[in-house]
């Protein structure tokens, strides 16, 4: 299967992630009404063709992935086991290091309303705002 990659050119390996590891990422306050995460904090960027970017916690902690984030403050950061991310439909990981991130990780598939909503029941936040 041939799946999109990060644009950045990387010297790290591709490796495959364990179901039992955890992913990190950030949610901006935006997606955050009353504390509670929005369906639509979870998206593909730049566009809907590429994945949704996530740390993977062999190589991050949650600080490090707020601390990527702009202004960090502006940020919570969640978790999302591997294993319940695959089993929600059309959603593969992919660990897409690059230079500046060797824990970087995309979630590629269509962030239907389905889905979004499904990613929403399986997050814990581990960093509120």
């Not at 990387?10 to 949610?27: F, G, H, K, Q, T």
């Not at 190589?59 to 403050?73: E, L």
């Not at 499904?118 to 509120?128: A, D, E, Y």
Request: some cysteine; overall charge neutral; hydrophobic content about 35%.
């Amino acid at each position: 299967m041939d799946l999109p990659m990060a644009d950045e050119v990387s010297s790290w390996a591709s490796e495959e992630i364990p179901n039992d590891d955890y992913l990190w990422m950030r949610v901006h306050k935006n997606d955050l009404p009353n504390g509670d995460i929005a369906p639509g904090a979870f998206k593909n960027r730049p566009t809907t063709k590429d994945g949704m970017s996530t740390d993977w916690e062999k190589y991050a902690t949650p600080q490090k992935t707020r601390n990527r984030g702009r202004i960090p403050t502006d940020n919570a950061v969640i978790r999302l086991r591997v294993g319940e991310v695959r089993e929600i439909p059309d959603q593969t990981v992919v660990h897409t290091p690059i230079t500046s991130n060797r824990a970087h990780t995309d979630v590629f598939g269509d962030k239907h309303p389905q889905a979004r909503v499904l990613l929403t029941r399986i997050c814990k936040i581990v960093i509120p705002l």
